[in-house]
């Protein structure tokens, strides 16, 4: 017997890809790729510090594929590394 929650769950997330290959970091979870590409900037000077930062090779968009209890995160495609300049000109004109 199967329960399923929702019939097609849409998950998306923002995960930072560094330069060394040792590791990935989540940056931003959410149920719309608009909504992160609207949040995981701020999310990326939340979350990592400074160090962190400089080795983000890249941030890469991902979906969520198949059953909520089996299924796999699947690239869909890269975003911009944000730098400091561009978070601080999105804050003031918001």
């Known amino acids: 017997m199967f329960y399923h929650t929702e019939a097609k769950p849409q998950c998306w997330r923002a995960v ?8 990935d970091q989540l940056l931003y ?8 590409r609207a949040g995981y900037r701020t999310a990326f ?3 990592l510090d400074e160090e962190e930062r400089s080795h983000v090779k890249t941030i890469a968009l991902q979906r969520w594929n198949g059953a909520p209890d089996s299924g796999r995160w699947m690239h869909q495609t890269n975003l911009t590394v944000p730098v400091p300049a561009q978070t ?3 804050a003031l004109s918001a």
């Open 88 to 90: 601080e000109q999105l």
């Open 16 to 23: 930072a890809i560094f330069d060394d290959g040792r590791y």
């Open 29 to 36: 979870l959410n149920r719309a790729s608009a909504q992160i």
């Open 45 to 47: 000077f939340e979350v």
